[in-house]
């Protein structure tokens, strides 16, 4: 929540204080430098810290990340040579010689690790195609932190460092962070340098392995992300797929099936992107509706549903393209293609839509839910009366929009405006039951249901 001048005052004194590196480098110029380094990068990391995508907080995070970067350049040098300064002493000292070792001036700062963790992320945020250099620099602190732990785990305990081994331990949030830098680079050597550091992790959880699916699925390669699930969903894995991991697989399943050709292009993502929609929600049953990491969200729903929304016309475009050429002919009959009936997409988004609510019915029997309005949810988290278990699967607005939407283009006429009618009738109905805030039939649901209503009939 800076202001303009704020910021301004930020980046100045960012800049003119990476200008000011102390050159002697005796311990009470790095101390006092120490201290105001720290101030600005944890102050800087504010900026990017709640991950907002709005257009004039990137262009922030685009700018002050590298400052932040140049500034933990300058941290790690001062470890580096400390570290190095120590392991001359140790070489020149044996161990009668304790004695006349000098204490040294600690400085009292925050873990070293945090800060790469903090410049990581913004590095992790910044958009690759403005800050090329994102990934490569994360790497390089990650590299240059574990070159630090590497030679201060080989110190012993009486080795004169102004900090402990803790301090400039990678975290497995760092490694993360860098991960992310990487998957989300469309560039060759990606996939090799994600794969190597996520080999080298001693202890990945399931956001490591998220972060390696996102790469594959960023580069359209659907195999390769379809194997790695299937290879998190084995028992002895030592981390399981969530809830994220499924998402990321279905969101390229609907990147494929929406950006492919009409030759490319094949119709059996939908039905691949509901099976381990499916797959997800029989775990999530089998945990009793426990395990939050298994649930499914409104965008794993909603993705299932756009994909068979977005069918009907995409049919509709392959069939003008077929009766054009005779290639196309040729190439349905090689492939034995099978033309799925009109508004096939409509109804399949709308029954899956059906499954939602029922999943939402069952869920709330398990927990013993009772309906009722939910706009007061953040008085209730304030007063104490707000219970995270109680939150349940929740069909939206946006989904019987999405289906409305699918009846309106599948040409159908009067059924697909009494489809219309019908799906408007039914959000009604469970907001007057539910009372979810996701259900209330705002303005723009009307309106855009009258607009989908006359396009029905036309």
């Avoid at 980046?11 to 480098?25: C, G, S, T, V």
Wanted: glycine share 4%.
């Amino acid at each position: 929540n800076l202001d303009p001048s704020s910021l301004s005052h930020l980046e100045q004194r960012a800049k003119y204080h990476i200008q000011k590196f102390p050159n002697d480098h005796s311990p009470a110029s790095i101390s006092h430098w120490h201290r105001t380094t720290v101030e600005l990068i944890m102050l800087m990391s504010k900026l990017w810290g709640r991950g907002s995508n709005h257009r004039s907080n990137q262009m922030q995070i685009n700018k002050f990340v590298p400052l932040a970067n140049d500034l933990l350049e300058k941290v790690l040098l001062i470890r580096k040579n400390e570290i190095d300064a120590a392991i001359v002493v140790d070489s020149l000292l044996d161990e009668t010689d304790n004695d006349k070792r000098e204490s040294s001036h600690k400085i009292e700062n925050m873990s070293t690790q945090v800060l790469c963790q903090a410049v990581a992320l913004g590095l992790s945020r910044c958009d690759p195609k403005i800050v090329t250099y994102t990934a490569r620099n994360a790497q390089n602190i990650l590299e240059s932190l574990e070159d630090i732990c590497s030679k201060r785990g080989k110190l012993d305990g009486n080795s004169e460092v102004s900090f402990n081994l803790r301090d400039v331990t990678p975290s497995v949030k760092l490694y993360n962070h860098v991960l992310s830098c990487w998957s989300r680079l469309m560039h060759p050597g990606s996939e090799r340098h994600a794969k190597k550091l996520l080999d080298r992790m001693s202890e990945p959880d399931v956001i490591s392995y998220n972060n390696l699916l996102n790469l594959y699925a960023n580069q359209g390669n659907v195999s390769a992300a379809e194997e790695l699930l299937e290879e998190m969903e084995q028992p002895n894995h030592q981390v399981s797929a969530d809830v994220y991991s499924n998402t990321i697989v279905m969101n390229a399943y609907q990147r494929r099936f929406t950006s492919c050709g009409p030759k490319e292009r094949n119709m059996k993502d939908p039905e691949r992107a509901e099976e381990l929609l499916s797959r997800l929600v029989d775990r999530y049953e089998k945990s009793g509706f426990r395990d939050k990491s298994l649930r499914p969200t409104n965008v794993t729903f909603g993705t299932v549903i756009s994909m068979y929304a977005q069918a009907d016309r995409m049919l509709k475009e392959d069939e003008r393209k077929r009766n054009q050429t005779r290639s196309w002919k040729a190439m349905d009959t090689e492939r034995n293609y099978h033309k799925p009936n009109v508004a096939w997409g409509a109804k399949n988004a709308e029954r899956v839509l059906e499954w939602i609510i029922g999943l939402s019915e069952r869920e709330r029997q398990c927990k013993n839910i009772s309906g009722g309005r939910d706009s007061d949810a953040e008085t209730k988290k304030k007063d104490g009366a707000f219970n995270p278990d109680n939150e349940v699967i929740r069909p939206s607005s946006h989904h019987f929009v999405t289906v409305m939407d699918a009846w309106a283009k599948a040409r159908k006429g009067v059924e697909g405006a009494q489809h219309c009618e019908q799906l408007l009738d039914r959000i009604v109905e469970l907001y007057n039951k539910l009372g979810y805030a996701e259900l209330r039939p705002n303005p723009l649901v009307s309106s855009t249901v009258d607009k989908l209503f006359l396009l029905a009939l036309y």
